[in-house]
């Protein structure tokens, strides 16, 4: 297999990131639900928000409801999706008119080649249980390791033993667990391409807290 580069993100659907320095640690604010937490991600300095299409998180939106909330944002959007078929996450990407994916569970392989093929920002979750080989995810798309808990996809608010992380020099995005209180010593252990955090920055479930947003990538940037 040939060197990795960064993640390419398409240039027609979030133009703003050309240029961009990708030597900083990239940082998704995900789980939004209203306008202010998206303005503070927004303002925090987040390179990219989430919203959750799956059924069962709290976190949940609706499709017209994530359209609402992407909208002329100068940041990259993506929908987090459960046991979509291609045909279906392509629809709720037409829906939502987001520029990145992160499909889980079942039909999770083909629908994010079908992401990837329409030029789309492709996280490809890896639960992780164990040692994983993330040579199986495709090049072209970003491994999102995140804690491994049986019927859930993501979102258990828990971290992973970060020593399990694989060492094959590609970028990928740490999740699991992360917040203000562990992010630095996250990176410094696990040396992420990106982070992503959801619940760690929250003052209830599905409510997000600006102090704790601004706090989180202050620290990210910092390292």
Known sequence: ???????????????????????????????????????????????????????????????????????????????????????????????????????????????????????????YPVSMRGPVDLSEVSEGQTPLLDTYRAGVHGGTGEPFDWELIPDHGRPYVLAGGLGPDNIEEAIRQAAPWGVDASSGLESSPGVKDPDRIREFVERVRAR
Not at 42 to 62: K, Y
Not at 66 to 81: E, G, K
Not at 99 to 121: C, I, N, S, T
């Open 1 to 123: 297999m040939g060197e990795w580069c960064y993640p390419h993100v398409p240039r027609y659907r979030v133009p703003f990131l050309k240029g961009l320095n990708w030597t900083m640690t990239w940082v998704k604010v995900c789980g939004l639900r209203r306008e202010r937490d998206v303005a503070a991600a927004l303002e925090a300095g987040a390179d990219a928000v989430g919203f959750v299409l799956a059924a069962q998180s709290p976190r949940r939106v609706t499709e017209s409801r994530a359209w609402a909330l992407a909208q002329d944002l100068p940041m990259l959007s993506v929908i987090v999706t459960a046991d979509l078929t291609p045909d279906e996450l392509m629809a709720a990407v037409a829906a939502t008119g987001v520029g990145g994916v992160q499909p889980h569970g079942h039909h999770q392989r083909d629908a994010a080649a079908a992401a990837q093929q329409e030029g789309l920002f492709v996280l």
